[in-house]
T-cell receptor, first 114, second 115 residues
Framework: AQSVTQLDSHVSVSEGTPVLLRCNYS??????LFWYVQHPNKGLQLLLK??????LVKGINGFEAEFKKSETSFHLTKPSAHMSDAAEYFC????????????FGTGTRLLVSP | DGGITQSPKYLFRKEGQNVTLSCEQN?????MYWYRQDPGQGLRLIYY???????QKGDIAEGYSVSREKKESFPLTVTSAQKNPTAFYLC??????????????FGDGTRLSIL
């Protein structure tokens, strides 16, 4: 069975410093992996996706993530945090077996201080 | 602009009452999904549909029902059998790809509370 573990429930950074949100996954098949962001009382917005092409994936708003099969990790990074990055972030895995069932991590809340 | 519209944004349910949440998409996506989100948890799949007039139960379907009479619409009914309905409900849609790697697009959700 596939699963996702987000290692931190909360991450606090100062504006202008790097962001690292950690995600480990477990999957029996070659997975597709996604990062989504959710602002308060809003739906989820896709940041980036990995689908077995390049292992370093670039997304919107300066975010990127690196797929490391040996470590079963898909950590999300950004070189310099902005106040508008404060939100909840979800790491998501989908098995490439036809129907797209997504399995969500429990989320990491990113707090950005001035 | 294409997107997913959920309504209402806030909904209140009385004891023993059924309520229906609306979800409409104009992205021409074949697949649609309903999720439930509770504080501190990830999203959990309630129902999904890959084609008109067909839908399947997700992980937490008990106490919910859906219909898919049109490609654009996938309403969710929260029945009185759902004893703990207070949650944030999210609708999503996606293309159907051969390898299940199509991203899902989400609406802005409906927050359901008990009176």
């Amino acid at each position: 069975a596939q699963s996702v573990t987000q290692l931190d429930s909360h991450v606090s950074v100062s504006e202008g410093t790097p962001v690292l949100l950690r995600c480990n996954y477990s999957s029996s098949y070659s997975p597709s992996l996604f990062w989504y962001v959710q602002h308060p009382n809003k739906g989820l917005q896709l940041l980036l996706k990995y689908t077995s092409a390049a292992t370093l994936v670039k997304g919107i708003n300066g975010f990127e993530a690196e797929f490391k099969k040996s470590e079963t990790s898909f950590h999300l990074t950004k070189p310099s945090a902005h106040m508008s990055d404060a939100a909840e972030y979800f790491c998501v895995v989908s098995e490439n077996t036809g129907f797209q069932k997504l399995v969500f991590g429990t989320g990491t809340r990113l707090l950005v201080s001035p | 602009d294409g997107g997913i519209t959920q309504s209402p944004k806030y909904l209140f349910r009385k004891e023993g009452q059924n309520v229906t949440l609306s979800c409409e998409q104009n992205l021409n996506h074949d697949a649609m999904y309903w999720y439930r989100q509770d504080p501190g948890q990830g999203l959990r799949l309630i129902y999904y549909s890959q084609i008109v007039n067909d839908f399947q139960k997700g992980d937490i379907a008990e106490g919910y029902s859906v219909s898919r009479e049109k490609k654009e619409s996938f309403p969710l009914t929260v029945t009185s059998a759902q004893k703990n309905p207070t949650a944030f409900y999210l609708c999503a849609s996606s293309l159907v790809g051969p390898r299940g790697n199509q991203p899902q697009h989400f609406g802005d959700g409906t927050r359901l509370s008990i009176l």
